[in-house]
């Protein structure tokens, strides 16, 4: 029994460790300025972030371009959030976030907006 103990004590200090690091690994969004930004909440928002690079994540999680309907479906209908906020680079192409508020309005998004810093 103390050996079983023992290793389980092992594993949850390996996760202790190892959280931090996949928190911290989101997606780094140079937001653009504007100087008519307001302060929403953020507790019934479905955040998607654009990537410099191509990156794209939905509420934290990477996903692929591809896949981005089916992550919508999935998030639209387990919660009953319904808002999707696009926090896209400022080197993005407005393409590609056109792409993103296009397909959360085709699932049933019941608002979208694009996040920007304020100036």
Do not use: H
């Not at 928190?23 to 302060?39: D, E, F, M, R, Y």
């Not at 990477?62 to 919508?72: A, G, M, R, Y």
């Not at 959360?104 to 304020?118: C, E, M, N, T």
């Amino acid at each position: 029994m103390i050996p079983l103990i023992d290793v389980c004590l092992i594993l949850l200090i390996i996760f202790m460790v190892i959280t931090p690091f996949l928190v911290q690994s989101q997606i780094q969004v140079n937001l653009p300025k504007a100087s008519t930004g307001i302060k929403g909440g953020d507790e019934d928002v479905l955040k998607v972030q654009l990537g410099a690079g191509g990156e794209i994540s939905v509420d934290g999680k990477p996903v692929k371009f591809q896949n981005l309907e089916k992550e919508l479906i999935l998030r639209f209908s387990k919660s009953y959030k319904k808002t999707v906020l696009v926090e896209a680079d400022k080197t993005v192409s407005v393409e590609r976030v056109v792409a993103v508020l296009d397909a959360a309005k085709k699932l049933g998004a019941g608002k979208v907006g694009i996040a920007v810093k304020p100036d």
